[in-house]
């Protein structure tokens, strides 16, 4: 249901839960893929109970600015949203001064 709705809508943001539907950690990650996938751009944050090395490099592999560690508030959910967007909106200025 997650993919189908990202696939007919763009959005600014995407916050997801790593194990979505309860299965191996599957579900959110395809969440992270479907919402970058077609040159999408949204910033995206996985809020996961186990924060370790391999979640760490599975989520940002899958194409997350961001992992969390639950619980999170919400407050401190949108604030690394904005800090992910101003390193995503320099991104282009910094590979412009390294040519």
Request: glycine share 4%.
């Amino acid at each position: 249901m997650a993919e189908s709705i990202l696939t007919f809508r763009r959005y600014d943001a995407v916050v997801t839960d790593l194990q979505f539907d309860n299965w191996l950690c599957m579900a959110g990650l395809d969440v992270v893929r479907a919402a970058k996938r077609n040159g999408r751009t949204p910033i995206v944050a996985v809020l996961s109970t186990v924060l370790s090395e391999s979640v760490l490099c599975e989520a940002r592999a899958a194409g997350a600015d961001c992992v969390l560690l639950k619980p999170q508030s919400l407050h401190d959910i949108a604030a690394r949203l904005s800090a992910s967007a101003g390193l995503q909106a320099a991104r282009p200025a910094m590979q412009a001064d390294r040519e």
